[in-house]
């Protein structure tokens, strides 16, 4: 079965501070892998997005890294701000890549918490 | 370019009625998505489609829930007779032709039944 697992569940950090979630996945074959961002009541808005031969890709203060090997990926946030505050959501998509748009894997997400 | 546009942002029903969600995609975007987030879970694929044809419907209950993008006008998706289950935050997304360029998610329509 093609899962997306995150961990951790929920993380509170002090502004400031750098922080790194984790995002394992089980999806083969595999297209690409994307990591959104989703204020409380918003919808999510997309961060990154990596394919196969991508090791890593960074959007400002948020850097993404991707071992297609093992399977896993990792979302760092350097210098948090408040404004992080949300859940992070990492997707992955089956190959290929032109297919219907179920092939989308969504996990639970992590909620990030910064504090002062 | 206002994004994808979700109406209303929230829905109170009673169970046995009708819930009518719409979505206007972003301006240029032909592809529509519709997904469920029930709480404490990741956002559930629910169904595609593009102006006047449904793509793909596999996330769809087989009944008293349908979609339709018509040729004018925004998406619509529609739970008849809503059950205290169907309580979740419903998210639209667009993208253009190429969906290699990703998704846009509006800000949803949380459906409350009561």
């Known amino acids: 079965k093609n899962q997306v697992e995150q961990s951790p569940q929920s993380l509170i950090i002090l502004e400031g501070k750098n922080c790194t979630l984790q995002?394992?996945?089980?999806?083969?074959?595999?297209?690409?892998l994307r990591w959104y961002k989703q204020d409380t009541g918003r919808g999510p808005v997309s961060l990154t997005i990596?394919?196969?031969?991508?090791n890593t890709k960074s959007n400002g203060r948020y850097t993404a890294t991707l071992d297609a090997d093992t399977k896993q990926s990792s979302l760092h946030i350097t210098a948090s701000q408040l404004s992080d505050s949300a859940s992070y959501i990492c997707v992955v998509r089956l190959w290929p890549n032109t297919g219907t748009a179920s092939k989308l894997t969504f996990g639970t997400g992590t909620r990030l918490q910064v504090t002062l | 370019n206002a994004g994808v546009m979700q109406n209303p942002r929230h829905l109170v029903r009673r169970r046995g009625q009708e819930a009518r969600l719409r979505c206007s995609p972003m301006k240029g975007h032909s592809h529509v998505y519709w997904y469920r987030q029930l709480p404490e879970e990741g956002l559930k694929f629910m169904v595609y489609l593009q102006k006047e044809n449904i793509i793909d419907e596999s996330g769809m209950p087989k009944e008293r829930f349908s979609a339709e993008f018509p040729k004018e006008g925004p998406s619509i998706l529609r739970i008849q007779q809503v059950v205290r289950g169907d309580s979740a935050a419903y998210f639209c997304?667009?993208?253009?032709?190429?969906?290699?360029?990703?998704?846009?998610f509006g800000s949803g329509t949380r459906l409350t039944v009561v």
């Open positions: 997304a667009s993208s253009p032709t190429d969906r290699r360029y990703g998704y846009t």
């Open positions: 990596m394919t196969f031969s991508e």
């Open positions: 995002c394992n996945y089980t999806v083969s074959p595999f297209s690409n």
